[in-house]
Nanobody, 118 residues
Framework: QVQLVESGGGLVQAGGSLRLSCAVPENIFNFNSMGWYRQAPGKQRELVAS???????DYADSVKDRFTISRDGATNTVYLQMINLKPEDTAIYYC????????????WGQGTQVTVSS
């Protein structure tokens, strides 16, 4: 199964910023939406941001006004700009695509680790 490749994670201090990238091997406009997810230790994977084919974005309440999802159709890349990071943002971040009734079109990849120190 095809996996996406996430990158851009790292260790930052609280208040810092990171930009994550997700390389998609297909035309991102073929999908209903693209999303960024995260999974912290001992917790379930959660959706933090999504962008639909029309460009509408949605965010989890915990990241609103701090995270911004965007995309580049020319390179089929989806980004997650994160500012004012908090220790509770520490998690492995993944991206995936939704297509019609298939919530996760791609197999989950390795993700990219984001660690925020206090």
């Amino acid at each position: 199964q095809v996996q996406l490749v996430e990158s851009g994670g790292g260790l930052v201090q609280a208040g810092g910023s990171l930009r994550l990238s997700c390389a998609v091997p297909e035309n991102i406009f073929n999908f209903n939406s693209m999303g960024w997810y995260r999974q912290a230790p001992g917790k379930q994977r959660e959706l933090v941001a999504s962008i639909n084919v029309g460009g509408r974005t949605d965010y989890a309440d915990s990241v609103k006004d701090r995270f911004t999802i965007s995309r580049d159709g020319a390179t089929n890349t989806v980004y997650l700009q994160m500012i004012n990071l908090k220790p509770e943002d520490t998690a492995i971040y993944y991206c995936n695509a939704r297509l019609l009734s298939i919530p996760y079109y791609f197999a989950w990849g390795q993700g990219t680790q984001v660690t925020v120190s206090s």
